[in-house]
């Protein structure tokens, strides 16, 4: 029997361990190099060992590697030999052996192990290579004819920049009937096959085009697992080797299509198949269908399977079924596709879902467009296929040259510029919080709704779906004021599920870690957007985040816990409201936060002590009784029949959440709870408001923060009880006679300062020397004033007086007080005198009060009043 795929894989490393290489794990698809946008062969992972930057942390080593590549994507399916996805067998030493071990432990693998016939391989070596083709002649035993001298094919590089060096390829020659003879170098495609590339690492390119050494001499080798299973299996293709028949035929089975019915129809199976593996590799590690990068290329690889269904008449889903058929095939060598299967067919078929949607009017548009004649396909056209109906831009450049038409790429371009362009300044206006919405509009199409897993834990797992850095520069903080600290990496980040609380229904959104294989993300804000996505806002502590990674994420427990006792303790507040106040009391607003609670109701007026204690006393009581909450889903119309409360401004759908806090208490609420009443702790009111017309305002703590109030105020009655030499118990008592003593130094006071004024008066009335007093007496506040008129006014034989005090730079005060009977008037006394210093006054005729700012304007008021009771 040949030898299958998992024969093969056995087989190559177990050979290399034996000689004493290390079995790696395969890396994902995802490389953290960021010179290359997909692991491409197997040594991507190892680019730092073959540079120098890292030490290596074994000297030998073996590995399988999924590989993907889209440089030849379009001859997918239309011949035996291309692949986007396959699988690479290699080798590698770093800085151990060279060409000397490499070349006789590949010829040593290829014949005596896979069993090929020596003479019917061919090897090729770079021109500048004698070395190898030495080695090749001496220690494997190669005819020198067998052996060509090529140029720049054999040089690989993984870049523009990177390791490289020059390579030695083997060669199966399948026979006559495939092609001419002559070799790789001279020969038919199809006759000679490459089934292994030996790469003698040895340089680093730099950007400007130049090699340099490396520190160390590496080897680094790829043979394609594929392409060695046609020769092993004795098939013409690809498609018919094991790792690919299952997928060809169930891509027939979903079709309806008949293998070797018409060659476009196989085409189209082969599409199929190739790039359900691809997409299924992809999206398990990791990438999700987008306009940029990675998921570009993952949604066109998709939509290019969708498109080639179509056109076989399919008018369901393909692509969940391809991804099954995928696991069954390669999951026993993956067991990563197992654990992944249900995402992967989720991602794909809302991909495929998406695309369906606009796909029959977007092929029918392109028919249309390309049926005018015109060479070029305008570059509009080519944005409207992407924009409105879903076709990647190199989709349409496939379709398009199929009829000999070019796309006008500057054109689609300057249209996509102009797209984003609209989105940045839409974002800027709309957005706010920094957030581009179109990207989770993206998230949201794909994935659906955040699950929220934070019901019953603090902790969960979840895959990234999503990173986007904020670059508005608004500042990012927690409900209690913590801020991302100046130059850290601000970053909204979407997970597949959570455990974090999103703001809403007046509780603050929580707080946390999110930690990652590379980074660690501290959590400021969650928030949520289009009102199903749940936004994750804060600043990176150490590496990356990046989407498609499995994370986990941790709310910060303790401030959860503090949350979930004033969450309750405000629905409990409602109810005992309701109770002393009537039900008119309806919730208005709220602020669920860790260190208080917030209430916001109806009430046409200000709460009694004896209210304010009567519902101390029902939530305190319901308390310590510690009722059990109950929590659970149902129909709003049957939780509007058994009496459920909405809360004010949240949004409700069909099924909605019912919170039993306690026997009385049932509210409609999406929020976090206790378990039980006991666990909220004493409920302290701090204060109680008016906020507005009718509208008033209870402020609360719960729990921890209500005893650190309780030892607060009994700290400050310690310190008040001490300062009056008593006990707290006796503090009343203490007070009442520190406020009787104090009144009764008061009243002293006052009977001292009249007997100062009747002093002061009796002096003045003796310097004026008649019955009509005038004078300026600065440094008394208006009430002051008022009393030393009043007093000067009654001493023997004064008709009337009149002062005018500066009290401060602009304050004058002016009085005039007058006898009953003397025929003058006080208000028109003082009219004249009060517009000298700037204000006005009135009074009655006996006594008339002023006041201005116009110090300055003091003297001439004097002489204005003198004037005013001397002519009367």
Same mark, same amino acid.
């Given at each position: ?388 109906? +879903?076709?990647?831009? &190199?989709?349409?450049? #496939?379709?398009? *040259? %199929?009829? $000999?038409?070019? /796309? =006008? ?128 806002? +804060?600043?990176?502590? &150490?590496?990356?985040? #990046?989407?498609? *990674? %499995?994370? $986990?994420?941790? /709310? =910060? ?316």
């Amino acid at each position: 029997m040949a030898m299958d795929a998992d024969g093969l894989r056995t087989a190559f490393t177990r050979f290399f361990v034996e000689r004493g290489h290390s079995a790696l794990p395969a890396a994902g698809l995802i490389p953290h190099d960021p010179s290359v946008l997909f692991t491409i062969a197997g040594m991507v992972q190892f680019k730092p060992f073959f540079t120098g930057e890292l030490a290596a942390p074994v000297p030998r080593a073996t590995t399988i590697q999924p590989c993907f590549r889209t440089v030849d994507i379009e001859l997918v399916g239309t011949d035996a030999r291309h692949n986007t996805f396959f699988e690479m067998l290699g080798n590698f030493s770093f800085g151990d052996y060279f060409k000397e071990s490499a070349i006789p432990f590949a010829w040593e693998l290829v014949t005596d192990v896979l069993g090929f016939d020596p003479d019917r391989l061919w090897i090729t070596v770079h021109d500048s290579d004698t070395d190898a083709a030495g080695i090749w002649r001496e220690a494997a035993g190669v005819p020198a004819d067998r052996i060509q001298a090529l140029g720049e094919d054999n040089f690989w590089r993984m870049g523009t920049t990177g390791p490289c060096g020059p390579c030695s390829e083997i060669y199966f020659d399948k026979g006559e009937r495939f092609g001419a003879t002559g070799g790789p170098a001279h020969g038919g495609e199809e006759r000679f096959v490459e089934i292994w590339n030996l790469v003698f690492m040895q340089y680093e390119q730099q950007p400007d085009g130049t090699l340099e050494e490396l520190p160390t001499k590496s080897i680094d080798t790829g043979a394609g697992l594929e392409r060695i299973l046609t020769l092993l299996q004795g098939v013409d293709s690809l498609f018919e080797t094991d790792v690919l028949v299952p997928l060809v035929d169930e891509a027939a089975r979903l079709t309806g299509q008949r293998q070797g019915a018409s060659e476009r129809s196989d085409v189209a199976l082969r599409v199929l198949a190739d790039h359900a593996r691809a997409m299924t590799f992809l999206v398990s590690d990791g990438v999700f269908p987008s306009n940029e990068g990675r998921g570009y290329v993952l949604r066109r690889v998709v939509r290019r399977a969708v498109l080639r269904a179509h056109q076989l008449g399919v008018a369901g889903l393909v692509t969940p079924a391809l991804v099954a058929s995928v696991v069954a095939t390669m999951g026993s060598a993956y067991p990563k596709l197992v654990r992944d299967q249900s995402l992967v067919e989720t991602v794909v078929g809302h991909e495929e879902e998406a695309f369906l949607r606009t796909l029959r009017a977007g092929t029918s548009l392109l028919a249309e467009e390309l049926g005018r004649g015109a060479r070029v396909l305008p570059g509009d056209v080519a944005f409207r296929l992407h924009d409105t109906f +879903g076709f990647p831009v &190199d989709l349409t450049v #496939e379709l398009a *040259e %199929e009829q $000999g038409v070019e /796309v =006008d790429r500057t054109g689609f371009d300057e249209a996509m510029a102009e797209q984003r362009a609209r989105a940045r300044r839409a974002g800027r206006k709309g957005a706010g919080a920094g957030a581009d919405l179109e990207v989770f509009r993206e998230v949201l199409g794909q994935f659906g709704p955040t699950r929220f897993l934070g019901y019953q834990a603090t902790t969960a797992e979840g895959r990234v779906l999503a990173v986007e850095r904020r670059g508005d520069g608004a500042p990012v903080r927690s409900a209690e004021g913590e801020i991302a600290p100046d130059g850290a990496v601000v970053l909204d980040v979407v997970l597949d599920g959570t455990s974090f609380y999103a703001e809403g229904g007046g509780q603050v959104g929580d707080t946390g870690m999110i930690d990652g294989p590379s980074g660690r993300m501290r959590v400021l804000d969650t928030t949520r957007v289009l009102d199903s996505i749940v936004l994750h806002t +804060g600043y990176l502590l &150490d590496g990356v985040l #990046e989407a498609g *990674e %499995e994370v $986990g994420a941790a /709310v =910060d427990a303790e401030r959860r816990e503090a949350i979930r006792r004033n969450h309750t303790g405000t629905h409990l507040l409602h109810w005992a409201l309701r109770s002393v106040l009537g039900e008119h009391v309806k919730q208005q607003g709220s602020l669920v936060a860790p260190d208080r609670l917030r209430f916001d109701f109806h009430h046409f007026a200000p709460l009694t002590a004896g209210e304010l204690a009567r519902v101390d006393e029902l939530v305190n009581s319901a308390i310590l009784r510690d009722e059990p909450v109950r929590v659970y889903e149902t129909s709003r119309s049957e939780a509007e029949r058994s009496g459920a409360m909405a809360f004010f401004g949240d949004k409700y759908g069909e099924v909605v959440r019912v919170v039993e806090a306690g026997a009385a208490s049932v509210e409609l609420c999406g929020g976090t709870h206790v378990h039980a009443l006991g666990m909220i702790g004493p409920l302290r009111v701090i204060s109680e408001s008016s906020i507005g017309a009718n509208t008033r305002r209870i402020e609360a703590t719960t729990g921890a923060a209500s005893l650190q109030l309780v030892r607060d105020n009994e700290q400050i009655l310690g310190r008040v009880a001490a300062e009056l030499r008593t006990t707290p118990a006796e503090l009343p008592e203490a007070l009442q006679r520190l406020v009787e003593h104090d009144h009764a130094l008061e009243a002293e006071l006052r009977e001292l300062r009249k007997v100062g004024l009747r002093v002061e008066a009796t002096e003045m009335v003796a310097r004026a020397g008649g019955n009509r007093v005038v004078a300026r007496r600065d440094g008394l506040d208006a009430a002051g004033l008022r009393e030393l008129a009043l007093a000067v006014r009654d001493r023997d034989g004064v008709e009337a007086v009149a002062l005018v005090s500066v009290a401060a730079p602009q304050r004058v005060a002016i009085v005039v007080a007058t006898t009953r009977g003397v025929g003058l008037d006080a208000r028109v006394a003082i009219a004249a005198a009060a517009k000298a210093v700037g204000g006005g006054g009135g009074g009655s005729p006996e006594l008339a009060t002023a006041g201005g700012r116009d110090a300055d304007g003091a003297a001439g008021a004097v002489e204005l009043l003198r004037a005013a009771l001397v002519a009367s």
